[in-house]
């Protein structure tokens, strides 16, 4: 049945598996698994709280019980394989009841890549998660009790990227300035994990390929000075070699508006053959033989050096700022896990304080004046110690009255 009011839900999403990632189509394929939940309302699901242990040993119908449905969407996805959907119902010792959806799905999504970086970036693969519901019927809030995971075992695209272990969620409001009614959408939540793109094919197959063609633009140095069409004839060749390279190379990127590393050193390259060829062409109008071979030696010292310097600019801005964002990568992996460890160490460090008059005593428990009087004889150590060979007795006695031990405190 319906409910008004608003209602606030919790989403979690886990990077299941994540199988192939397109940079020319920027896509990428994967499995994830969302969880939602939201607090359980009078009239909703069918029985009461006594009778919730048979709802929650089946856990697997789908859409059953009369529950709230958040409508939740993926609003980046693309193609969608195979879903599945269950609820799961959990109560606390308040007869308050906290409903599970699990959504485990796999799809391709859509993902805008930044390659300014490129070959050496690092790219975020997002779930973007709304609903279908008004603004004032929903607010989806980011899971504050569990952090969202990701399976690095099971990546599949490791030829070519390197993952990161940390997830980041985050609540994206609707922007005010869109074109969407105001207060129509009930916002996002995006769920981020990282990988970085392994550099080393592409340094040894287009990187390595244009620097070769530099240091052969010397050796046309060897025919004389006089000797200007075969110069000339030479780096045109060299200077379309490094064009159809270049659109080679270019085909297996996206059509992106800005450079990226790879394009700025391709661009410098062919830059370089077109000034050997205007360089070669104005050699010819020198006559004088011993005056040309002197000028075509200064030449030829100046773009030696001028390659040089421009390689070591190139390589230490290149390596410099691509490091900034694998190191930021880093660093969140690195408190990732000690979250995650404090999380460990906070669930299994629980100490369960037991104060005697404030648990009811086992119904097999005879009370009586001779026990009374020989209990206020002994020591806080052994009272300590007989109340830890008791506390099985009573967990096992509170959990017969029916309630969740889990959810118990003991101060």
């Known amino acids: 049945m319906p409910v008004d009011g608003e209602r606030f839900v919790w989403v979690r999403v886990n990077y299941l598996c994540i199988s ?82 699990c959504w485990r799905l796999t799809g391709d999504f859509y993902e805008n890549l930044e390659l300014e970086n490129f070959p050496r970036d690092v790219q975020d693969l997002s779930i973007w998660v709304s609903s279908e519901l008004h603004a004032d019927e929903i607010e989806l809030l980011v899971e504050d009790r569990k952090l969202p995971t990701i399976d690095v075992n ?78 000339i004839g030479s780096s045109i060749n060299l200077l379309l070699v490094a064009v159809a390279f270049k659109l080679s190379v270019s085909a297996n990127l996206p059509l992106i508006s800005y450079l990226t590393y790879l394009d700025m050193y391709m661009l410098g390259v062919i830059l370089y053959l077109c000034l050997n060829i205007l360089l070669f062409a104005s050699l010819s109008i020198i006559k004088d033989r011993a005056y040309a071979k002197d000028v075509d030696e200064y ?16 390589i230490y801005i290149f390596v410099s700022r691509t490091n900034v964002p694998i190191k930021e990568m880093l660093e969140k992996d690195r408190l990732y896990d000690k979250e995650l460890a404090k999380m460990k160490q906070r669930k299994s460090s629980r100490v369960v304080k037991v104060v005697a008059r404030e648990i009811p005593p086992p119904l097999n428990w005879k009370w009586s004046q001779d026990s009374q ?36 405190r003991y101060q």
């Open 20 to 101: 192939a990632i397109d940079t020319k189509s920027q896509k990428f394929s994967a499995e994830v698994l969302i969880e939602a939940r939201w607090m359980q309302r009078d009239g909703e699901g069918e029985g009461d709280c006594e009778q919730d242990d048979k709802e929650r040993d089946k856990g697997q119908e789908e859409g059953k019980g009369g529950h709230f449905d958040p409508k939740l969407v993926i609003s980046n996805l693309d193609y969608l394989r195979k879903e599945k959907c269950w609820h799961r119902i959990e109560s606390t010792e308040k007869c308050r009841r906290w409903v599970f959806l």
């Open 299 to 314: 030449v030829l010292s100046c773009l030696v050096m001028a390659v040089v310097f421009f390689h070591m600019i190139f």
């Open 154 to 231: 099971n990546f599949r695209a490791n030829q070519e990227w390197n993952l990161f272990h940390h997830v980041e969620s985050e609540k994206l409001p609707e922007t005010p300035n869109s074109d969407v009614e105001l207060g129509s959408t009930a916002g996002f939540i995006v769920a981020k994990c990282r990988v970085a793109r392994r550099s080393e094919y592409f340094f040894l197959n287009n990187v390595l390929v244009m620097f070769c063609l530099v240091v052969l633009s010397f050796t046309i140095y060897a025919f004389a000075p006089t000797s200007n069409m075969p110069r």
């Open 373 to 408: 009087e020989s209990e206020s004889r002994v020591s806080p150590t052994s009272r300590y110690e007989e109340t830890n060979h008791l506390l099985p007795l009573r967990i096992n006695e509170i959990r017969r009255q029916g309630n969740n031990i889990q959810n118990i």
